[in-house]
Protein backbone atom coordinates (compact mmCIF):
# COMPACT_ATOMS: atom_id res chain seq x y z
CA UNK A 1 0.00 0.00 0.00
CA UNK A 2 1.18 3.41 -0.40
CA UNK A 3 2.92 5.12 2.48
CA UNK A 4 2.04 8.78 3.62
CA UNK A 5 3.68 11.07 5.53
CA UNK A 6 3.16 12.00 9.19
CA UNK A 7 1.58 15.15 8.22
CA UNK A 8 -2.06 16.87 8.32
CA UNK A 9 -3.11 19.38 5.68
CA UNK A 10 -2.61 22.84 6.77
CA UNK A 11 -5.75 23.77 9.60
CA UNK A 12 -5.32 26.70 10.69
CA UNK A 13 -3.65 30.31 10.17
CA UNK A 14 -0.90 31.31 13.35
CA UNK A 15 -0.38 34.16 15.02
CA UNK A 16 1.92 36.58 12.56
CA UNK A 17 4.99 36.38 14.59
CA UNK A 18 6.96 33.23 12.63
CA UNK A 19 3.54 32.07 11.47
CA UNK A 20 5.40 29.99 8.57
CA UNK A 21 7.35 28.61 10.44
CA UNK A 22 4.50 27.76 13.27
CA UNK A 23 2.36 26.31 10.37
CA UNK A 24 5.13 24.06 9.34
CA UNK A 25 6.27 22.80 12.64
CA UNK A 26 2.15 22.15 13.64
CA UNK A 27 1.38 19.72 9.53
CA UNK A 28 4.78 18.19 9.93
CA UNK A 29 4.22 16.79 13.03
CA UNK A 30 0.38 15.36 12.64
CA UNK A 31 -0.93 12.45 11.01
CA UNK A 32 -1.61 11.78 7.60
CA UNK A 33 -4.57 9.53 6.76
CA UNK A 34 -6.62 8.39 4.26
CA UNK A 35 -9.73 6.18 4.03
CA UNK A 36 -7.70 2.90 3.81
CA UNK A 37 -3.82 3.84 4.82
CA UNK A 38 -2.04 4.92 8.12
CA UNK A 39 1.69 5.29 7.81
CA UNK A 40 3.94 6.83 10.67
CA UNK A 41 7.35 8.97 9.48
CA UNK A 42 9.45 5.24 9.90
CA UNK A 43 6.48 3.81 7.61
CA UNK A 44 5.51 1.66 10.39
CA UNK A 45 1.69 0.67 10.17
CA UNK A 46 -0.69 -0.03 7.91
CA UNK A 47 -4.26 0.02 8.94
CA UNK A 48 -6.96 -1.94 7.41
CA UNK A 49 -9.47 -0.62 5.09
CA UNK A 50 -12.50 0.91 6.96
CA UNK A 51 -16.29 -0.38 6.90
CA UNK A 52 -18.43 1.72 6.04
CA UNK A 53 -19.80 4.25 8.27
CA UNK A 54 -18.41 1.89 11.17
CA UNK A 55 -17.32 4.91 13.30
CA UNK A 56 -20.48 7.05 14.50
CA UNK A 57 -20.58 11.12 13.26
CA UNK A 58 -19.50 11.81 17.30
CA UNK A 59 -18.15 9.66 19.64
CA UNK A 60 -18.08 10.46 23.26
CA UNK A 61 -14.93 12.23 25.27
CA UNK A 62 -14.21 12.54 28.91
CA UNK A 63 -12.11 15.30 30.09
CA UNK A 64 -10.97 14.31 33.45
CA UNK A 65 -9.69 17.15 35.97
CA UNK A 66 -6.79 15.86 38.51
CA UNK A 67 -5.25 18.81 38.14
CA UNK A 68 -4.73 20.19 42.23
CA UNK A 69 -5.79 23.28 40.83
CA UNK A 70 -9.11 25.66 41.31
CA UNK A 71 -8.50 27.68 38.28
CA UNK A 72 -11.89 27.27 35.65
CA UNK A 73 -10.70 25.13 32.98
CA UNK A 74 -12.29 26.53 29.34
CA UNK A 75 -12.19 23.72 26.53
CA UNK A 76 -12.14 24.53 23.07
CA UNK A 77 -12.06 21.65 20.16
CA UNK A 78 -11.00 23.24 17.18
CA UNK A 79 -10.40 22.11 13.77
CA UNK A 80 -11.43 20.92 9.95
CA UNK A 81 -14.49 19.10 9.73
CA UNK A 82 -13.76 16.03 7.39
CA UNK A 83 -16.77 15.95 5.11
CA UNK A 84 -16.67 19.32 3.93
CA UNK A 85 -13.24 20.80 4.42
CA UNK A 86 -14.89 23.45 6.45
CA UNK A 87 -12.74 24.88 9.06
CA UNK A 88 -14.98 25.66 12.92
CA UNK A 89 -15.50 24.79 16.03
CA UNK A 90 -17.55 22.22 17.85
CA UNK A 91 -19.43 22.96 20.99
CA UNK A 92 -20.04 20.66 23.64
CA UNK A 93 -22.77 18.46 21.90
CA UNK A 94 -20.82 17.81 18.76
CA UNK A 95 -22.33 20.10 16.61
CA UNK A 96 -20.10 21.86 14.00
CA UNK A 97 -20.12 25.31 13.76
CA UNK A 98 -17.67 27.09 10.65
CA UNK A 99 -15.98 29.86 11.61
CA UNK A 100 -17.53 33.39 10.00
CA UNK A 101 -15.43 35.47 7.79
CA UNK A 102 -12.52 37.23 9.18
CA UNK A 103 -10.78 40.18 8.19
CA UNK A 104 -7.61 42.42 8.07
CA UNK A 105 -6.54 43.02 10.75
CA UNK A 106 -8.14 40.07 12.15
CA UNK A 107 -11.49 40.40 13.93
CA UNK A 108 -12.95 38.50 17.17
CA UNK A 109 -13.72 34.91 16.82
CA UNK A 110 -16.56 33.66 18.48
CA UNK A 111 -16.63 32.05 21.62
CA UNK A 112 -15.86 28.77 21.29
CA UNK A 113 -15.65 27.58 24.65
CA UNK A 114 -17.31 25.62 27.00
CA UNK A 115 -16.86 25.20 30.66
CA UNK A 116 -14.34 22.47 32.14
CA UNK A 117 -14.72 20.54 35.21
CA UNK A 118 -13.66 21.32 38.29
CA UNK A 119 -10.43 19.55 40.41
CA UNK A 120 -11.49 16.50 40.71
CA UNK A 121 -14.45 15.71 38.72
CA UNK A 122 -15.16 14.94 35.28
CA UNK A 123 -17.07 16.25 31.95
CA UNK A 124 -18.34 14.00 28.85
CA UNK A 125 -18.81 16.07 25.54
CA UNK A 126 -18.78 14.71 22.13
CA UNK A 127 -16.19 15.24 19.68
CA UNK A 128 -16.94 14.77 15.77
CA UNK A 129 -15.39 13.58 12.58
CA UNK A 130 -12.51 16.27 12.26
CA UNK A 131 -8.92 16.62 12.37
CA UNK A 132 -7.80 19.41 14.85
CA UNK A 133 -6.97 20.43 18.61
CA UNK A 134 -8.47 20.15 21.81
CA UNK A 135 -7.71 23.40 23.84
CA UNK A 136 -7.84 23.94 27.33
CA UNK A 137 -6.87 27.00 29.66
CA UNK A 138 -6.80 27.88 33.49
CA UNK A 139 -8.44 30.99 35.21
CA UNK A 140 -9.12 32.92 31.55
CA UNK A 141 -9.98 31.88 28.25
CA UNK A 142 -7.90 32.21 25.22
CA UNK A 143 -8.14 34.52 22.47
CA UNK A 144 -8.70 33.69 19.24
CA UNK A 145 -9.12 35.97 16.24
CA UNK A 146 -10.03 35.84 12.40
CA UNK A 147 -8.37 36.89 9.43
CA UNK A 148 -9.48 36.18 6.07
CA UNK A 149 -7.40 33.03 5.60
CA UNK A 150 -9.19 31.27 8.76
CA UNK A 151 -8.36 31.41 12.21
CA UNK A 152 -5.27 33.27 14.09
CA UNK A 153 -4.16 30.35 16.84
CA UNK A 154 -1.99 31.33 19.96
CA UNK A 155 1.52 31.66 19.26
CA UNK A 156 3.55 30.86 22.06
CA UNK A 157 6.82 32.18 20.98
CA UNK A 158 5.45 35.29 20.90
CA UNK A 159 5.58 37.95 23.76
CA UNK A 160 3.21 40.50 22.32
CA UNK A 161 0.76 37.46 22.00
CA UNK A 162 -2.69 38.32 23.77
CA UNK A 163 -2.58 34.27 25.14
CA UNK A 164 1.35 34.87 26.06
CA UNK A 165 0.43 35.45 29.95
CA UNK A 166 -2.36 32.60 30.13
CA UNK A 167 -1.77 28.90 31.09
CA UNK A 168 -2.98 26.65 28.54
CA UNK A 169 -2.02 23.32 26.61
CA UNK A 170 -3.63 21.01 23.80
CA UNK A 171 -4.03 18.05 22.58
CA UNK A 172 -4.07 16.75 18.88
CA UNK A 173 -6.96 14.58 17.04
CA UNK A 174 -8.59 13.03 13.77
CA UNK A 175 -11.48 11.18 13.88
CA UNK A 176 -12.80 9.75 10.72
CA UNK A 177 -13.90 6.48 9.29
CA UNK A 178 -10.65 4.77 10.08
CA UNK A 179 -10.95 5.10 13.69
CA UNK A 180 -9.34 7.81 16.30
CA UNK A 181 -5.94 9.15 16.69
CA UNK A 182 -5.39 10.72 19.40
CA UNK A 183 -2.00 12.29 20.98
CA UNK A 184 -0.55 14.35 23.65
CA UNK A 185 2.12 16.95 22.47
CA UNK A 186 4.84 18.85 23.00
CA UNK A 187 6.14 19.92 19.71
CA UNK A 188 5.24 23.56 20.08
CA UNK A 189 5.87 23.91 24.13
CA UNK A 190 5.96 21.90 27.60
CA UNK A 191 3.12 22.92 30.06
CA UNK A 192 0.26 22.06 31.84
CA UNK A 193 0.35 18.26 32.03
CA UNK A 194 -2.03 16.11 30.63
CA UNK A 195 -3.10 12.42 28.88
CA UNK A 196 -4.72 10.50 26.01
CA UNK A 197 -6.65 7.59 26.19
CA UNK A 198 -8.94 5.53 24.18
CA UNK A 199 -11.41 2.95 25.16
CA UNK A 200 -11.66 -0.15 22.50
CA UNK A 201 -14.84 -2.33 22.30
CA UNK A 202 -12.87 -4.69 24.42
CA UNK A 203 -13.41 -2.44 27.35
CA UNK A 204 -9.58 -2.07 27.65
CA UNK A 205 -7.99 2.11 28.03
CA UNK A 206 -4.80 2.54 26.22
CA UNK A 207 -3.27 5.44 27.43
CA UNK A 208 -0.24 7.80 26.73
CA UNK A 209 1.43 11.35 27.67
CA UNK A 210 1.30 10.85 31.50
CA UNK A 211 4.47 11.96 33.35
CA UNK A 212 6.25 10.36 35.98
CA UNK A 213 5.07 11.21 39.38
CA UNK A 214 7.66 14.66 40.38
CA UNK A 215 8.05 14.61 36.73
CA UNK A 216 6.29 18.02 35.73
CA UNK A 217 8.57 19.87 38.20
CA UNK A 218 11.23 17.48 37.16
CA UNK A 219 11.33 18.53 34.00
CA UNK A 220 11.81 21.90 34.77
CA UNK A 221 14.34 21.58 37.43
CA UNK A 222 16.59 19.63 34.53
CA UNK A 223 15.75 22.67 31.99
CA UNK A 224 17.35 24.73 34.75
CA UNK A 225 20.31 22.71 34.85
CA UNK A 226 21.36 22.29 31.36
CA UNK A 227 24.24 24.59 30.16
CA UNK A 228 24.11 26.33 27.03
CA UNK A 229 20.64 28.40 27.19
CA UNK A 230 18.64 26.14 27.61
CA UNK A 231 16.78 27.59 31.08
CA UNK A 232 16.28 30.52 28.76
CA UNK A 233 13.27 28.32 27.03
CA UNK A 234 10.82 28.17 30.27
CA UNK A 235 8.62 31.09 30.35
CA UNK A 236 7.04 33.02 33.67
CA UNK A 237 4.25 35.02 34.53
CA UNK A 238 4.84 38.03 36.81
CA UNK A 239 3.14 36.01 39.80
CA UNK A 240 5.15 33.58 39.66
CA UNK A 241 3.50 30.46 37.95
CA UNK A 242 5.77 29.26 35.38
CA UNK A 243 3.88 28.85 32.05
CA UNK A 244 5.91 26.79 29.74
CA UNK A 245 8.90 25.67 28.04
CA UNK A 246 9.38 26.68 24.70
CA UNK A 247 10.88 24.33 22.03
CA UNK A 248 14.01 24.86 21.18
CA UNK A 249 12.89 25.70 17.54
CA UNK A 250 10.76 28.70 19.31
CA UNK A 251 13.43 29.34 21.38
CA UNK A 252 15.69 29.65 18.58
CA UNK A 253 13.37 31.76 16.42
CA UNK A 254 13.07 34.36 19.09
CA UNK A 255 16.56 34.17 20.26
CA UNK A 256 16.13 32.61 23.17
CA UNK A 257 18.83 29.78 22.24
CA UNK A 258 22.06 30.27 20.46
CA UNK A 259 21.49 29.36 17.01
CA UNK A 260 24.73 27.59 16.78
CA UNK A 261 23.35 25.58 19.54
CA UNK A 262 23.31 21.81 16.90
CA UNK A 263 26.47 22.89 14.64
CA UNK A 264 29.40 20.96 16.24
CA UNK A 265 27.46 17.85 15.98
CA UNK A 266 25.85 18.41 12.49
CA UNK A 267 29.69 19.18 11.07
CA UNK A 268 30.89 16.09 13.22
CA UNK A 269 28.25 14.03 10.80
CA UNK A 270 29.04 16.07 7.72
CA UNK A 271 32.69 14.97 8.20
CA UNK A 272 32.29 10.90 9.08
CA UNK A 273 29.57 10.75 5.91
CA UNK A 274 32.46 12.26 3.82
CA UNK A 275 34.36 9.50 3.69
CA UNK A 276 31.25 6.28 5.16
CA UNK A 277 27.26 5.92 3.69
CA UNK A 278 24.66 6.81 6.12
CA UNK A 279 22.11 3.68 5.00
CA UNK A 280 18.27 5.17 5.39
CA UNK A 281 15.48 2.67 5.58
CA UNK A 282 12.49 4.58 5.69
CA UNK A 283 9.61 2.06 5.52
CA UNK A 284 9.72 -0.78 8.52
CA UNK A 285 6.99 -2.60 6.61
CA UNK A 286 9.05 -2.43 3.41
CA UNK A 287 12.84 -3.67 4.55
CA UNK A 288 14.33 -3.92 0.78
CA UNK A 289 13.51 0.09 0.51
CA UNK A 290 17.15 1.55 0.90
CA UNK A 291 18.66 5.10 0.44
CA UNK A 292 22.19 6.16 0.63
CA UNK A 293 23.66 9.29 1.60
CA UNK A 294 26.93 10.25 1.11
CA UNK A 295 28.60 14.03 1.51
CA UNK A 296 30.21 15.33 -1.94
CA UNK A 297 30.63 18.77 -2.97
CA UNK A 298 28.92 20.37 -0.18
CA UNK A 299 25.68 18.26 -0.13
CA UNK A 300 24.86 14.94 0.81
CA UNK A 301 23.40 13.13 -1.78
CA UNK A 302 21.57 10.17 -1.46
CA UNK A 303 21.30 7.21 -4.16
CA UNK A 304 18.72 3.84 -4.29
CA UNK A 305 19.97 0.65 -4.96
CA UNK A 306 20.62 1.53 -8.70
CA UNK A 307 23.37 4.18 -7.67
CA UNK A 308 20.89 6.81 -9.24
CA UNK A 309 20.97 10.30 -6.63
CA UNK A 310 17.33 10.59 -6.33
CA UNK A 311 17.62 13.46 -3.56
CA UNK A 312 19.94 15.97 -1.69
CA UNK A 313 20.75 18.13 0.98
CA UNK A 314 22.48 21.09 2.18
CA UNK A 315 24.18 20.99 5.45
CA UNK A 316 21.23 21.92 7.63
CA UNK A 317 21.68 24.48 10.58
CA UNK A 318 19.87 24.14 13.83
CA UNK A 319 16.74 25.69 13.54
CA UNK A 320 16.52 23.21 10.54
CA UNK A 321 17.33 20.64 12.78
CA UNK A 322 14.84 20.90 15.36
CA UNK A 323 11.95 22.27 13.12
CA UNK A 324 12.49 19.57 10.40
CA UNK A 325 12.09 22.11 8.36
CA UNK A 326 14.11 24.51 5.69
CA UNK A 327 17.27 22.44 5.31
CA UNK A 328 15.50 19.11 6.36
CA UNK A 329 12.37 19.67 4.37
CA UNK A 330 10.02 16.82 4.25
CA UNK A 331 7.51 16.58 1.54
CA UNK A 332 4.72 14.34 0.97
CA UNK A 333 6.32 12.40 -1.15
CA UNK A 334 7.80 8.95 -0.87
CA UNK A 335 11.41 10.10 -1.21
CA UNK A 336 12.50 13.22 -0.15
CA UNK A 337 10.31 13.10 2.55
CA UNK A 338 10.86 10.09 4.37
CA UNK A 339 14.46 10.48 4.17
CA UNK A 340 14.48 13.71 5.48
CA UNK A 341 12.57 12.93 8.77
CA UNK A 342 14.52 9.89 9.34
CA UNK A 343 17.23 12.59 9.09
CA UNK A 344 15.48 14.65 11.68
CA UNK A 345 15.25 12.65 13.82
CA UNK A 346 18.55 11.54 13.59
CA UNK A 347 19.93 14.55 14.38
CA UNK A 348 17.71 15.37 17.26
CA UNK A 349 18.38 12.35 19.07
CA UNK A 350 21.75 12.52 18.42
CA UNK A 351 22.32 8.78 16.86
CA UNK A 352 23.77 9.25 13.10
CA UNK A 353 27.23 9.14 14.54
CA UNK A 354 26.52 6.19 16.55
CA UNK A 355 24.19 4.12 14.01
CA UNK A 356 25.44 4.51 9.98
CA UNK A 357 21.80 2.51 9.63
CA UNK A 358 18.81 4.37 10.17
CA UNK A 359 16.30 4.95 11.85
CA UNK A 360 17.22 3.26 15.30
CA UNK A 361 15.35 0.17 16.36
CA UNK A 362 15.31 1.15 19.96
CA UNK A 363 15.59 4.15 21.92
CA UNK A 364 18.82 3.07 24.24
CA UNK A 365 21.16 5.29 22.43
CA UNK A 366 19.43 8.57 21.87
CA UNK A 367 20.06 11.91 23.17
CA UNK A 368 23.44 10.03 24.49
CA UNK A 369 26.17 13.08 22.64
CA UNK A 370 26.64 16.03 24.43
CA UNK A 371 25.20 18.18 21.80
CA UNK A 372 21.39 16.71 21.42
CA UNK A 373 17.90 18.21 21.86
CA UNK A 374 18.05 18.73 25.49
CA UNK A 375 14.07 19.73 26.06
CA UNK A 376 13.13 16.47 24.08
CA UNK A 377 15.45 14.10 25.88
CA UNK A 378 14.32 15.44 29.01
CA UNK A 379 10.83 15.28 28.10
CA UNK A 380 11.32 11.20 27.18
CA UNK A 381 12.93 11.22 30.28
CA UNK A 382 9.78 12.24 32.32
CA UNK A 383 6.91 10.24 30.95
CA UNK A 384 5.93 7.37 32.30
CA UNK A 385 5.74 5.29 29.39
CA UNK A 386 9.01 7.00 28.05
CA UNK A 387 7.25 8.02 25.04
CA UNK A 388 6.62 12.16 23.69
CA UNK A 389 6.35 14.46 21.11
CA UNK A 390 9.42 16.06 21.63
CA UNK A 391 10.11 17.33 18.24
CA UNK A 392 7.91 17.36 14.75
CA UNK A 393 9.14 13.25 13.69
CA UNK A 394 9.38 12.12 16.58
CA UNK A 395 7.06 9.10 15.75
CA UNK A 396 9.76 8.05 13.82
CA UNK A 397 10.45 4.25 15.41
CA UNK A 398 7.08 5.03 17.20
CA UNK A 399 8.31 7.01 20.20
CA UNK A 400 5.63 8.90 20.31
CA UNK A 401 2.88 9.81 22.64
CA UNK A 402 -0.28 8.56 20.48
CA UNK A 403 -3.18 5.90 21.11
CA UNK A 404 -5.45 5.27 17.94
CA UNK A 405 -8.10 2.48 17.84
CA UNK A 406 -10.53 1.71 14.25
CA UNK A 407 -13.29 1.20 16.45
CA UNK A 408 -13.25 3.92 19.25
CA UNK A 409 -16.13 3.45 21.93
CA UNK A 410 -15.14 6.94 23.73
CA UNK A 411 -11.51 9.35 24.13
CA UNK A 412 -10.24 10.64 27.08
CA UNK A 413 -8.22 13.39 27.96
CA UNK A 414 -6.82 13.73 31.78
CA UNK A 415 -5.60 16.94 33.87
CA UNK A 416 -2.72 15.63 35.66
CA UNK A 417 -1.39 17.11 38.79
CA UNK A 418 1.73 19.78 38.89
CA UNK A 419 3.77 18.36 41.57
Known amino acids: MRALSRKWPPLLVLSPLLEEESQLRFT ?33 LTFKNNSGRGDQIHIYTLGTLLSTGQQGWSDAGGTFHPWPAGGNPPTPAPDASFAGPANGQSLTFRIPKMSGRIYFSYGRKLVFRLTTGGLVQPAVQNPTDPNADILFNWT ?30 DGSVPTTGRLKPGGYNGFFNALRGQPGGWANLIRTRSDG ?56 GGVMNFTNGAGAVVTSFR ?24 ISRTLCAGYNRSTLLTNPNQPDTGSGGFYQDVVTNHYSRKIHAQMADGKAYGFAFDDVGAHESLVHDGNPQQAYITLDPFN
Open 241 to 296: TVLRALSPSHGLGVGLLPANTMNDYVNRVWQKYSTSTLTVTPFSNQPNVKYYGRVS
Open 172 to 201: EYTLNDSGLWINSTQVDMFSAPYAVGVKRA
Open 315 to 338: KPDSDSVFGCHKLLDAPNDQVRGP
Open 28 to 60: RKMLALSTAVLSFAAGAVVAAAPVANAVPATIP
